[in-house]
């Protein structure tokens, strides 16, 4: 059993920065891959970015390539994820999830996450 808690969202003007971070509790963090998604009013919730157990392969959608980037510490059983040259698009609830994913091409649908923290509001005004 794994929990998640997200933190670090927040009202910030576009152009603006803001990392996000979730801490994990639980046994076994390090084994698995942990991923960010978002969800906006009105929409499904999207695949933003993920990371392997080891931190050797990151992926990320098109969208927020070049501006976000996701990485964690083991050692502290915390994923982040930095978010640059913030948009009013990307104005939403973020989500990190944990699951045991072989592949990171996999991981882009919330199919495979088996645990999911409650979220962090992230609003972007122009």
């Known amino acids: 059993q794994v929990q998640l808690v997200e933190s670090g969202g927040g009202l910030v003007q576009a152009g603006g920065s803001l990392r996000l971070s979730c801490a994990a509790s639980g046994r076994a963090f390090s084994t698995y891959t942990m991923g960010w998604f978002r969800q906006a009013p009105g929409k499904e919730r999207e695949f933003v970015a993920a990371?392997?157990?080891?931190?050797?392969?990151?992926y990320s959608t098109d969208s927020v390539k070049g501006r976000f980037t996701i990485s964690r510490d083991n050692a502290k059983n915390t994923v982040y994820l930095q978010m640059n040259s913030l948009k009013p698009e990307d104005t939403a609830v973020y989500y990190c999830?944990?699951?045991?994913?072989?592949?990171?091409?996999?991981?882009?649908?919330?199919?495979?996450?088996?645990?999911w923290g409650q979220g962090t509001q992230v609003t972007i005004t122009s």
């Open positions: 990371v392997s157990w080891s931190s050797v392969n990151t």
């Open positions: 999830a944990a699951g045991q994913v072989p592949s990171l091409t996999l991981a882009t649908t919330t199919a495979p996450y088996a645990y």
